[in-house]
């Protein structure tokens, strides 16, 4: 078997490849209309497209995973992101745009099986470690990522972006084949295909929804039939999932009161989190006769590409943390620093280094909660049920971000002032899309503060007796 320090590194390149995704396109994304030749509305799909994929296929390829392995699910998805990648380069127009990026948005699913693999084949000391490294990735891939884009695409041909993921898709799929092991376990059972193809027609409408509301209108009858509609699709998939016997996502184990709790909060930091990702870019990026800072995509982008590091730079420390004192209390810390963020902004948002402050005590918030969360639902749900309850929670996290997308959105985009013939989002604004985040940061404080902390008795290690 490789050196176990070996996998851990593999795993964590896989979710950095893998969160890159998201971030991908922000530097050419007010440039598309023209680079495509369509309307904003259309180009939108670009970023939804995405974002769709990737909350679709998470829980589905974790009960994948769970079924017929969790390594052979991590190179489907490679591959998957790699044509992704290619027909995305090769593409003149929107269509093959769009379609590329549908196919890389299912590499999402990488993390959370990733963590998965890790409860499967490492011993039990170095699990908390390596889950808060593969945790972190989330975050670091987008901080670091946005800088990186921003200075392929300001000085070669936005295609270049795309051939670099397809390079590095194959270089991540030949690291897994060779160094990480093939996990032993599997839960038996046949694939729920009605289960699947219901839950992503539920998910489609409701992310949908969401993230052209602004646009459409949040009362328009598109809006509200597919928001809707997705939330009716969704509770008649749950009652069935409850009556089959074979069933996508085992949602008694889901209700359970420490994986409930926990993935709560997660919809709760995700919300806080991405508030950032939308409204601190956005001041830094807007002209200083507006009231923001003037900076240039890159500049702004290097402001808040801390936040990345700090999240890498904890996560040994919130592995031995939660060995210590248990994950709730990584959880909790986490969400105070959000909070911390959040009100330090409400107070002091006149300088770019206190933007700079702030964004470190993001990175804090988010590297402490996102390790907190795969540990609290291992120490939940059995070890055949990790890959899909790992992609549940990614789930709740990516509703958190799409929620966040929407409402921060929605508010910049309501409360502006016309400069230059240009709606730009006022001071207050900002104040607004600042509170929202602190609330959503406060909600996750007070349900960590009630997640229960003893183990469940369902929590095993393969190689150690129980």
């Known amino acids: 078997m490789p050196p176990q320090g070996a996998i851990i590194a593999v795993l964590a390149v896989a979710g950095l490849c893998s969160s890159f995704m998201f971030t991908l396109v922000v530097p050419i994304q007010t440039k598309l209309p023209e680079l495509l030749d369509a309307s904003r509305e259309d ?22 995973g769970d079924m017929y392995g969790k390594r052979r699910m991590v190179l489907w998805l490679l591959a998957v992101m790699v044509v992704g990648s290619i027909i995305t380069a090769l593409s003149p127009g929107l269509v093959g745009v769009i379609i590329g990026r549908t196919l890389q948005g299912a590499m999402t699913g990488v993390i959370p099986l990733g963590i998965s693999i890790l409860r499967d084949v490492l011993h039990k000391d170095r699990v908390d470690s ?11 891939g987008g901080a670091l990522g946005l800088p990186v884009s921003a200075l392929v695409t300001e000085y070669t041909d936005w295609h270049v972006l795309f051939w670099m993921t397809a390079a590095f898709g194959v270089i991540v799929f030949g690291l897994v084949v060779w160094i990480v092991p093939v996990s032993v376990m599997r839960t038996g059972g046949r694939f729920d295909y ?18 052209r509301g602004n646009e459409w ?7 509200l039939l597919l928001g809707v509609g997705g939330v009716g699709v969704l509770v008649l998939w749950g009652w069935y999932q409850m009556r089959a016997s074979a069933p996508l996502l085992n949602l008694r184990v889901a209700a359970r009161l420490p994986v409930l709790l926990t993935n709560l909060a997660s919809l709760a930091m995700g919300f ?42 904890l996560s040994p420390y919130s592995g031995k943390l939660a060995g210590i004192f248990g994950p709730k209390l990584l959880l ?33 918030g988010i590297g402490f909660g996102y390790s907190a969360m795969p540990m609290l639902i291992m120490r939940s749900v059995p070890q055949s049920e990790t890959g899909a309850s790992n992609g549940l929670n990614a789930l709740f996290r990516s509703l958190g971000t799409s929620g966040a997308a929407a409402v921060v959105g929605a508010v910049l985009a309501t409360h502006t002032e016309v400069i230059g013939g240009v709606p730009t989002p006022t001071p207050l604004a900002f104040q607004y899309a600042f509170l929202l985040g602190g609330g959503a940061a406060l909600v996750a404080l007070l349900i960590g503060l009630v997640i229960p902390s003893k183990r469940d008795r369902h929590e095993q290690h393969p190689s150690l007796p129980n």
């Open 43 to 64: 180009t939108a799909w670009v970023v939804t497209s995405t974002l769709v994929a990737a909350a679709v296929m998470t829980p589905i390829a974790g009960r994948l």
């Open 130 to 140: 390596a889950i808060a490294l593969i945790s972190a990735t989330l975050g670091v």
């Open 194 to 211: 009605l289960g699947a193809i219901g839950m992503a027609v539920g998910l489609v409408g409701i992310l949908i929804a969401l993230s």
């Open 217 to 223: 209108g949040w009362t328009s009858p598109t809006t």
């Open 272 to 313: 806080a989190l991405f508030s950032s990702s939308v409204a601190y870019p956005q001041i830094l990026e807007l002209p200083v006769s507006t009231g923001g800072f003037g900076l240039s995509l890159l500049a702004a982008s290097l402001i808040v590409m801390p936040s990345g590091l700090v999240m890498m730079l």
């Open 332 to 364: 909790v810390l986490g969400a105070i620093a959000l909070l911390c963020a959040y009100g330090f902004t409400l107070l002091f948002a006149s300088e770019v280094w206190q933007i700079l402050i702030a964004n470190v005590l993001i990175g804090v």
